[in-house]
């Protein structure tokens, strides 16, 4: 039914990734109704790597509507990373959501044309477009959406992320966690607030910065940011923010993207925006395939979900998917490595990462003998059935 439905569609090729030139015109604004016909035209067109599903509902009843990528759609495969992306988290910020249309219609549109990074980035990875978590507030005023809330923390429970980003407006960097100041709040003063893998948080919030157009000089909006970005609490304190919370209860790594010092830029804004930004989209998305990944198995080469894995001199664990696959996102350098759980004799290896491809480390546990007393590391995330932690939709 969706065949024969028209959008508005790029009026001209679209600059290769080779630096050919060519120009994106004709882009405009998507209401809600045009978003979900954009998404659908994409999946008709590309029917063999993409699937469309819903995660739930907005408060007026609106599907939250996400494109998957995947040689494999529908299906996590042993060791191939999740990643997402999430636009329009605040009604009244809408580049993220005409951009990550912009991204799928490119990707479909270069894997049909045979470009091999692109093939490549969609045969290896299972990608996640989120064009708005907050359908409602675009087409109303922003307000409080719980229900989309929700619906957003029982997707990251579905699905073991290893990274991310969410897609802003109102400036122009790269935001990286923590966002929440860990110090007492002293009025006038902000405070860097640095995870256990500020180091990476740097490099991938660099990564997309330098990769767009002009995030990277430092001037806009009539701010400076050094380099094109920010730790979030450094430049104000913000709880319960969403990159965080990715942070504190799940796998996933994410950052921030503010895009645009206009939070709603006009259509004829659209298309600059688009290839300033586009390279930096699929630069980004490349980095979940750094650091290391592994299956973790037991005796009989059984994979073993909710495994623990530990990196020596980083207080941040990750935990094995429920296919026993892992994924920790490092920087390049030796590592000592460790997989743990109940019940299990923990399994230490020491790894050397470089800077291409993520480097495949595999552990099997044996059984701990029944007098063997264990002292288990518990995984320091939280369960998300159990957080009690809301995201705040606020301003940022």
């Known amino acids: ?13 679209l600059m290769g990734l080779n630096g050919t030139v060519a120009w994106a015109s004709d882009i405009q604004h998507h209401r809600y109704e045009e978003l979900v016909r954009a998404l659908f035209v994409v999946q008709s067109e590309c029917p063999y790597i993409t699937r469309i599903y819903s995660i739930g509902r907005s408060v007026e009843g609106r599907h939250l509507y996400v494109l998957e990528f995947s040689d494999n759609p529908g299906i996590h495969e042993a060791m191939e990373p999740e990643f997402k992306y999430v636009g329009n988290m605040h009604g009244n910020e ?4 005409e951009l990550l249309i912009q991204l799928s219609q490119f990707l479909c549109e270069e894997y049909r044309a045979g470009n091999q990074r692109i093939t490549r980035l969609i ?5 996640h477009i989120l064009p708005t978590m907050n359908p409602d507030g675009y087409e109303v005023a922003a307000k409080q959406v719980e229900m989309e809330t929700l619906a957003v923390i029982k997707w990251m429970q579905n699905y073991n992320f290893v990274l991310s980003a969410n897609l802003h407006g109102g400036a122009v960097v790269a935001n990286y966690p923590f966002d929440k100041s860990r110090d007492p709040r002293i009025r006038g003063k902000t405070t860097y607030a640095a995870t256990p893998d500020d180091k990476i948080f740097k490099k991938l919030a660099r990564t997309y910065s330098y990769a767009h157009s002009w995030m990277h000089k430092g001037w806009n909006c009539g701010d400076f940011f050094d380099e094109g970005i920010t730790n979030g609490a450094s430049w104000y304190s913000l709880s319960k923010g969403m990159q ?3 942070y504190l209860y799940t796998n996933c790594f994410e950052i921030t993207l503010e895009l645009s010092c206009d ?6 804004a659209l298309s600059r925006e688009w290839l300033g930004n586009r390279e930096a989209l699929i630069s980004y998305l490349e980095q979940v395939h750094h650091g290391i990944k592994g299956m973790v198995y037991d005796n009989n080469n059984n994979p073993i979900g909710n495994a623990e894995i530990s990196v020596a001199g980083i207080n941040h664990d990750v935990t094995t998917g429920v296919d026993g696959d892992y994924f920790r996102l490092l920087l390049p350098g030796t590592y000592t490595v460790t997989a743990s759980t109940s019940g299990y004799l923990p399994s230490t290896s020491t790894v050397t990462v470089g ?7 595999h552990f099997y546990l044996k059984v701990a003998p029944k007098d063997t007393n264990l002292t288990q590391t518990h995984h320091n995330k939280k369960n998300l ?3 009690k932690v809301p995201l705040n939709l606020g301003p940022r």
């Open 1 to 13: 039914m969706w065949l024969g439905l028209n959008i508005v569609w790029l009026g001209a090729l």
């Open 94 to 97: 809408v580049l993220g959501r």
């Open 123 to 127: 045969h290896d990875t299972r990608t």
């Open 244 to 246: 965080d919370f990715n």
């Open 263 to 268: 939070k709603f830029p006009p259509a004829s």
């Open 355 to 361: 800077p291409a491809e993520a480097i495949q480390l």
């Open 385 to 387: 059935s159990s957080a």
